[in-house]
Nanobody
Framework: VQLQASGGGLVQAGGSLRLSCAASGLTFSNYALGWFRQAPGKEREFVCAISWNGVDTYYIDSVKGRFTISRDNAKNTVYLQMNTLKPEDTADYYC????????????????????????WGKGTQVTVSS
């Protein structure tokens, strides 16, 4: 199984970036997907997640209204559209997959320990300059 994140880069505050995470080696539609981030010197932080069918989403408060997670099961890809970026969004961003049970259990897992995820992708770096 591989999760390949891409789309990171350097952007000025107020700008936008779109991250992608392409999956292979798994039945994509069986998995809830999420994005995490880790800023320098800080612990990895959950950012948002989306249900297996794309109906349900969850965001942490600091990104609500600015970030949008979406998925295309036909392309085995999950996206993170990030708008109105702030310097505090600077981090390495990781996608993760968890085999779905039901949304309540899935989001509890995303909000819990990293070990709750079944697969992780490598990070893509996002740097927001002030």
């Amino acid at each position: 199984v591989q999760l390949q994140a891409s789309g990171g880069g350097l952007v000025q505050a107020g700008g936008s970036l779109r991250l992608s995470c392409a999956a292979s080696g798994l039945t994509f539609s069986n998995y809830a997907l999420g994005w995490f981030r880790q800023a320098p010197g800080k612990e990895r932080e959950f950012v948002c997640a989306i249900s297996w069918n794309g109906v349900d989403t969850y965001y942490i408060d600091s990104v609500k209204g600015r970030f949008t997670i979406s998925r295309d099961n036909a392309k085995n890809t999950v996206y993170l559209q990030m708008n109105t970026l702030k310097p505090e969004d600077t981090a390495d961003y990781y996608c993760a997959a968890r085999r779905s049970l039901f949304w309540g259990a899935d989001i509890t897992a995303f909000l819990g320990r990293s070990e709750n995820m079944h697969y992780w992708g490598k990070g893509t770096q996002v740097t927001v300059s002030s």
